[in-house]
């Protein structure tokens, strides 16, 4: 653990979150001043903070107070209300419905970058870092809404970049993540009219693909797969298999990026070249389908190019990649 701690450590200085960049390196990457940790938003659970834009503007504020007491009085009412919640599907226009609602809260937001992956990480570890800068750096660049299931790890860490870049946060929220043991149909700091916390996968994942379709050449939108277990696998291969099948219901190519910090899915790779050898995949039909990044620059270089953003308009604030030991998610 010390080895992940350290490289953390190394990490903080260069997210410079809610602060500007200094002259940029070659028109494109700028060293950030380092931030003290108590300028980064505290991660989920909420604890009382003001959310700020970039240029200092309140983005909204959440006291723990509020969320306690809007809890309390729940109180009695939260059995009734989790159990609301059950997806029994007693009618089709039950999940309808919900659909509809996911794609008018895509509507009204707008789309955007879409991201994936596990709830488990813990704010301590550097991936969760790195997802956070990417988030902020393809918010600003994109100047898009941000996408995610709402929820907490790389989930919390998008919503938190995004927040910095001063940019609209989305999400389509499920009652409890894998690794949670309570159930909760409220984010800890989110405004209400920002999220829905979904009955139905079948919907959340509906939601999750139309805010990343781009129906005119002027929509900027992305699929950003970080790192995850089999809720992440299960919606990597689910946008996989609609982009192949050109399902996705998007008028034009919609970029999907793989992130594979520190060799993550280096092994689903190698498993995936395996299916090219055995005949279930075409050769170089998996490659042609998403880009692999190995870190944050390579991840913003493709989607500017793939946008065609000015140099000018490259200025990513992004900390310096640092390899590090395998260190699990989930311990501190």
């Not at 996408?147 to 927040?163: E, H, I, R, V």
């Not at 050898?277 to 991840?299: F, R």
Request: glycine share 8%; charged share 20%; aromatic share 8%.
């Amino acid at each position: 653990m010390a080895a992940a701690s350290s490289v953390g450590a190394a990490l903080e200085p260069g997210l410079g979150l809610a602060r500007s960049s200094s002259t940029p390196r070659d028109g494109r990457l700028s060293q950030c001043p380092p931030p003290l940790l108590s300028s980064l938003h505290p991660p989920w659970p909420a604890a009382p903070r003001v959310v700020c834009s970039s240029g200092g503007r309140p983005w909204c504020t959440v006291a723990a107070a509020a969320n306690s007491h809007r809890q309390q009085q729940l109180g009695e009412h939260e059995e009734a209300v989790a159990a609301a919640m059950e997806p029994e599907r007693s009618s089709p226009h039950e999940v309808r419905e919900e659909m509809a609602r996911c794609f008018e809260l895509v509507r009204r937001l707008g789309r955007g970058a879409v991201y994936l992956g596990s709830s488990r990480v813990l704010a301590t570890h550097p991936h969760y870092l790195q997802a956070a800068e990417l988030a902020r750096e393809i918010a600003r660049l994109l100047d898009c809404t941000t996408w995610s299931g709402a929820g907490p790890g790389f989930m919390d860490a998008a919503t938190q970049g995004a927040l910095e870049a001063g940019k609209l946060v989305g999400g389509f929220k499920i009652g409890k993540e894998a690794g949670e043991w309570t159930t909760s149909n409220f984010h800890p700091y989110l405004p209400s009219e920002s999220y829905l916390t979904c009955r139905f996968f079948s919907a959340r994942k509906h939601g999750l693909v139309d805010a990343a379709v781009r129906n005119c050449p002027t929509d900027r939108t992305a699929v950003v797969a970080l790192p995850g277990g089999i809720g992440t696998l299960d919606e990597l291969f689910e946008m996989m298999a609609l982009i192949q099948l050109e399902r996705i219901g998007s008028t034009f190519p919609v970029p999907f990026l793989l992130l594979n910090y520190d060799s993550y899915y280096s092994k689903l790779l190698e498993f995936l070249n395996d299916c090219e050898q055995w005949g279930t995949v075409a050769p170089g039909e998996v490659a042609s389908l998403w880009k692999v990044c190995n870190g944050n620059y390579e991840a913003l270089e493709y989607l500017a190019q793939f946008y065609n953003v000015p140099v000018a308009g490259r200025n990513y604030c992004i900390s310096p990649q640092l390899k590090q030991q395998i260190t699990s998610y989930t311990t501190s």
